[in-house]
């Protein structure tokens, strides 16, 4: 069973259907019964990929949703009228096969600016509901450079009655969400009403929209949360403390994807933490956060090793945050090494054995408020351009 459909009424499988050159599954679908009420949040891209355009119709509308199909190893991207076309056509087939009691969104992922394999495309939504044939598991037709599965589950104690959560991502490479992330599908068998879209988008900026693998926002960016409620539990009729434990629990199972997305991020060796404190707003702390995880100064000293404290100051001295150097204060795993505009003695030996680790820190104090924010990167590794100057051969 995915993760995604350990919550009461969901279903999720794929296959391979020719799509990836690899053989590998390419095609899957997630389906709710009942129909799920649907959060969502895209891309900021100004280019947005075929499948982002019509799903962002969908969401306006405001219906249920029963069927999410997604393809890998095409992003259905930079493709025109006729992308949009074939998306139309894509939720036609869907229709006609499985017959879905709600509305339907579509997710793609992989090259940009190639057109889908149409016949393909409509031979495997054909065997995704055709009985007898032998699926896989929809976590792995959504993954493209993603070298493990990025799945979460929780069971939670909401007054005395059982929710659950599950949730799946993929992304590996092109990672600085504005929004998401590459692909994430979250799901829960609590009953949400649709107000809940703010409070799902908060989660969103503090998990998915706080990761960076290489600073690249993808035009595909999409992340769902649906809640169809067949637990027999509503959100609105729980106490205080049960909403904000589902609140908390929510945004655990992201954080836990975004997280898994850092951890394989491609060529990445570390799994780096920078937390900011001190700021005059969340914004500026925020700046600074992602001016750190993006430099890529900072990020091939991650993978020496070597604490860099210059690098990363003068990262965070542009980010834009208002930002004073003689009440900045740095920490490396802990050790602090900077302060007052200056080095502090520390033992570099011992600073360097802790940047060996697989986990490593960034801890930035600008000294000027109360606010914070905490955001995830991994190094720069020599693999990553290997990865990246081969993708599409």
Same mark, same amino acid.
């Not at 709600?102 to 600016?113: F, K, L, Y």
């Not at 960016?221 to 403390?241: C, I, P």
């Not at 700046?287 to 100051?313: E, H, M």
């Given at each position: 069973?995915?993760?995604?459909?350990? /919550?009461?009424?969901?279903?999720?499988?794929?296959?391979?259907?020719?799509?990836?050159?690899?053989?590998?599954? &390419?095609?899957?679908?997630?389906?709710?019964?009942?129909?799920?009420?649907?959060?969502?949040?895209?891309?900021?891209?100004? $280019?947005?990929?075929? /499948?982002?355009?019509? &799903?962002?119709?969908?969401?306006?509308?405001?219906?249920?949703?029963?069927?999410?199909?997604?393809?890998?190893?095409?992003?259905?991207?930079?493709?025109?009228?006729?992308?949009? #076309?074939?998306?139309? !056509? #894509?939720?036609?087939?869907?229709?006609?096969? =499985? =017959?879905?009691?709600?509305?339907?969104?579509?997710?793609?992922?992989?090259? %940009?600016?190639?057109?889908? /394999?149409?016949?393909?495309?409509?031979?495997? %939504?054909?065997?995704?509901?055709?009985?007898?044939?032998?699926?896989?598991?929809? %976590?792995?037709?959504?993954?493209? @450079?993603?070298?493990?599965?990025?799945?979460?589950?929780?069971?939670l104690d909401l007054d005395g009655k059982e929710v659950r959560l599950g949730g799946v991502a993929k992304g590996a490479g092109m990672i600085r969400p504005n929004m998401a992330t590459m692909l994430a599908y979250l799901t829960t068998d609590l009953e949400l009403d649709a107000g809940y879209g703010e409070t799902f988008l908060g989660a969103v900026e503090k998990t998915f929209n706080s990761i960076?693998?290489?600073?690249?926002?993808?035009?595909?960016?999409?992340?769902?949360?649906?809640?169809?409620?067949?637990?027999?539990?509503?959100?609105?009729?729980?106490?205080?403390?049960?909403?904000?434990?589902?609140?908390?629990?929510?945004?655990?199972?992201?954080?836990?994807?975004?997280?898994?997305? %850092?951890?394989?991020?491609?060529?990445?060796?570390?799994?780096? @933490?920078?937390?900011?404190?001190?700021?005059?707003?969340?914004?500026?702390?925020?700046?600074?956060?992602?001016?750190?995880?993006?430099?890529?100064?900072?990020? @091939?000293?991650?993978?020496?090793?070597? !604490?860099?404290?210059?690098?990363?100051?003068? =990262?965070?001295?542009?980010?834009?945050?208002?930002?004073? /150097?003689?009440?900045?204060?740095?920490?490396?795993?802990?050790?602090?090494?900077?302060?007052?505009?200056?080095?502090?003695?520390?033992?570099?030996?011992? $600073?360097?054995?802790?940047?060996?680790?697989?986990? $490593?820190?960034?801890?930035?104090?600008?000294?000027?408020?109360?606010?914070?924010?905490?955001?995830? @990167?991994?190094?720069?590794?020599?693999?990553?351009?290997?990865?990246?100057?081969?993708?599409?051969?």
């Amino acid at each position: 069973m995915d993760d995604i459909s350990f /919550p009461k009424g969901f279903r999720a499988w794929g296959l391979a259907c020719g799509i990836k050159k690899n053989g590998k599954p &390419d095609l899957g679908v997630l389906v709710s019964e009942p129909p799920a009420q649907v959060f969502s949040a895209f891309t900021r891209n100004a $280019v947005k990929a075929a /499948p982002v355009l019509y &799903d962002q119709t969908v969401a306006a509308a405001g219906r249920k949703l029963s069927h999410v199909l997604v393809n890998s190893g095409n992003a259905n991207a930079c493709t025109g009228t006729r992308g949009y #076309e074939d998306v139309a !056509a #894509e939720v036609a087939l869907l229709r006609e096969k =499985a =017959a879905p009691k709600g509305d339907v969104m579509v997710s793609s992922t992989g090259v %940009i600016g190639e057109y889908l /394999p149409m016949e393909k495309i409509r031979d495997g %939504i054909g065997r995704l509901f055709a009985a007898g044939e032998t699926f896989a598991p929809f %976590i792995q037709s959504i993954m493209t @450079t993603d070298t493990f599965e990025k799945r979460a589950r929780k069971t939670l104690d909401l007054d005395g009655k059982e929710v659950r959560l599950g949730g799946v991502a993929k992304g590996a490479g092109m990672i600085r969400p504005n929004m998401a992330t590459m692909l994430a599908y979250l799901t829960t068998d609590l009953e949400l009403d649709a107000g809940y879209g703010e409070t799902f988008l908060g989660a969103v900026e503090k998990t998915f929209n706080s990761i960076s693998v290489d600073g690249d926002m993808s035009t595909n960016d999409t992340a769902l949360l649906l809640a169809n409620g067949a637990s027999g539990v509503r959100y609105a009729s729980l106490s205080e403390k049960a909403r904000q434990s589902f609140d908390a629990g929510l945004r655990e199972l992201m954080e836990e994807l975004a997280k898994l997305i %850092i951890r394989d991020g491609e060529g990445a060796t570390k799994l780096v @933490t920078i937390e900011t404190v001190g700021a005059r707003s969340s914004e500026d702390a925020k700046a600074v956060c992602r001016a750190i995880a993006n430099s890529p100064l900072v990020k @091939t000293a991650f993978f020496g090793g070597d !604490a860099n404290w210059g690098r990363v100051l003068a =990262a965070a001295g542009y980010s834009g945050a208002e930002l004073v /150097p003689e009440k900045t204060a740095l920490e490396f795993c802990g050790v602090k090494v900077m302060a007052n505009g200056g080095a502090l003695a520390y033992d570099e030996d011992d $600073v360097a054995n802790r940047m060996k680790a697989k986990d $490593v820190s960034v801890k930035v104090d600008l000294g000027l408020g109360s606010a914070a924010w905490t955001y995830w @990167t991994c190094d720069l590794s020599y693999d990553y351009v290997k990865i990246n100057a081969a993708y599409r051969t």
